[in-house]
């Protein structure tokens, strides 16, 4: 198993951004799916994007599309989710997540291997 270690947290404005990262230790990304979840007090973990390093393709929940970005960098080795435009209710933990030698899922169950996670709020 690899251990995903998620940075770039921290308090933001409404309209602000912030960058996320996810850096697995002991190996590389190559031939995983990975993503990011958040899940705000009360609620439930939900998905809202993820990467397919084998081929590229990008995945979007509705809340985020046209706001966040997620992007692979393999000579870095590491996940990073750009979040534009944040309004309070993007205000949650996020959490990088993975699985090996799969497609991205929307759903926990879809990955085997988690962070722990990072801390977003956007709050004026």
């Known amino acids: 198993q690899v251990q995903l270690v998620e940075s770039g947290g921290g308090l933001v404005q409404p309209g602000g951004s912030l960058r996320l990262s996810c850096t697995p230790s002991?190996?590389?990304?190559?031939?995983?799916?990975t993503a990011w979840f958040r899940q705000a007090p009360g609620k439930e973990r939900t998905f809202i994007t993820g990467i397919n390093w084998s081929d590229g393709h990008t995945y979007y929940a509705d809340s985020v599309k046209g706001r966040f970005t997620v992007s692979g960098n393999s000579a870095e080795n590491t996940m990073y989710l750009q979040m534009n435009s944040l309004k309070p209710e993007d205000t949650a933990v996020y959490y990088c997540?993975?699985?090996?030698?799969?497609?991205?899922?929307?759903?926990?169950?879809?990955?085997?291997?988690w962070g722990q996670g990072t801390q977003v709020t956007v709050s004026s």
């Open positions: 002991g190996r590389t990304f190559v031939g995983y799916a």
């Open positions: 997540a993975a699985k090996f030698h799969a497609d991205v899922a929307t759903t926990i169950k879809g990955y085997d291997q």
